[in-house]
C-alpha cells in the first residue's frame, strides 16, 4: 500500500532593488524546487516588467515551511477557506 504525502511547494522571499524608487517585496509559492531556475524565471520577468536601467538587483530566497512568514501566509489562506 502507498501513501501519498502531500507535498508543499516552496515558498521563495522576492526583493526588488529599484534605482528610482522603494524596494519592492513579496513571498511566493512557485512549483520548481531549483533556486537557479527560479531566480532566472524571475530576473526574466523583473526586466521584462520595468524599463532598462531602473533595476538595481534582485534577490531570491527559499523560505523554510517552518519560518515565521510562511506559517503566517499558510494560516491566513487556512483562515479565507
Same mark, same amino acid.
Given at each position: 500500500?502507498?501513501?501519498?504525502?502531500?507535498?508543499?511547494?516552496?515558498?521563495?522571499?522576492?526583493?526588488?532593488?529599484?534605482?528610482?524608487?522603494?524596494?519592492?517585496?513579496?513571498?511566493?509559492?512557485?512549483?520548481?524546487? =531549483?533556486?537557479?531556475?527560479?531566480?532566472?524565471?524571475?530576473?526574466?520577468?523583473?526586466?521584462?516588467?520595468?524599463?532598462?536601467?531602473?533595476?538595481?538587483?534582485?534577490?531570491?530566497?527559499?523560505?523554510?515551511?517552518?519560518?515565521?512568514?510562511?506559517?503566517?501566509?499558510?494560516?491566513?489562506? =487556512?483562515?479565507?477557506?
Amino acid at each position: 500500500m502507498i501513501f501519498k504525502t502531500p507535498v508543499r511547494l516552496p515558498y521563495f522571499k522576492i526583493t526588488i532593488w529599484l534605482k528610482t524608487g522603494p524596494v519592492k517585496r513579496g513571498i511566493r509559492r512557485i512549483e520548481v524546487w =531549483n533556486i537557479d531556475v527560479v531566480f532566472n524565471m524571475i530576473k526574466n520577468k523583473v526586466n521584462s516588467h520595468y524599463r532598462d536601467g531602473q533595476v538595481k538587483d534582485v534577490d531570491v530566497y527559499m523560505l523554510s515551511k517552518h519560518s515565521t512568514e510562511v506559517k503566517k501566509i499558510i494560516h491566513i489562506k =487556512n483562515r479565507n477557506n
